[in-house]
């Protein structure tokens, strides 16, 4: 299963005894935010407990988005004063997509990351 070999032999209802049983021995599993919906295939909302972020101010708030939903909870620790995130589609299509939506602009994925909007919802170590 870690491997990806074996992801089409198993049912959707083992995967999480699977996790359950390898979480019992192993507590933690590192992986990155690229690779975490592959690895976690099948998983679903609130499936796992405990999710740690590190260097969020890098990452890209789609690139967390399945991890978190995926979490009980979640730790996201960074500095949005660092190295920003790469955000690879074009400027003009996210502005469109934020205007036909009708998302305001402190919440675009464009100049955000991770960490800045953690800091924006959470009471609990956000700067300010």
Do not use: C, Y
């Not at 021995?25 to 499936?47: E, H, I, W, Y």
């Not at 708030?61 to 979640?74: D, E, H, L």
């Amino acid at each position: 299963m870690l491997t990806g070999g074996s992801s089409d032999k198993l049912s959707p209802e083992h995967r999480p005894l699977l996790w359950d049983a390898l979480f019992f021995v192993v507590p933690v599993v590192s992986t990155t935010l690229a690779s975490f919906d592959r690895l976690f295939v099948g998983m679903g909302k609130n499936s796992l407990g405990w999710l740690l972020i590190d260097e969020a101010g890098q990452a890209t708030p789609q690139s967390a988005a399945g991890a978190i939903w995926r979490s009980q909870r979640a730790v996201i620790v960074g500095d949005p004063l660092q190295i920003e995130p790469v955000f690879t589609v074009p400027r003009s299509l996210a502005e469109e997509l934020r205007r036909r939506h009708d998302v305001a602009t402190h919440w675009s994925p464009i100049d955000e990351s991770v960490q800045t909007l953690a800091d924006r919802i959470t009471p609990f170590g956000s700067p300010g």
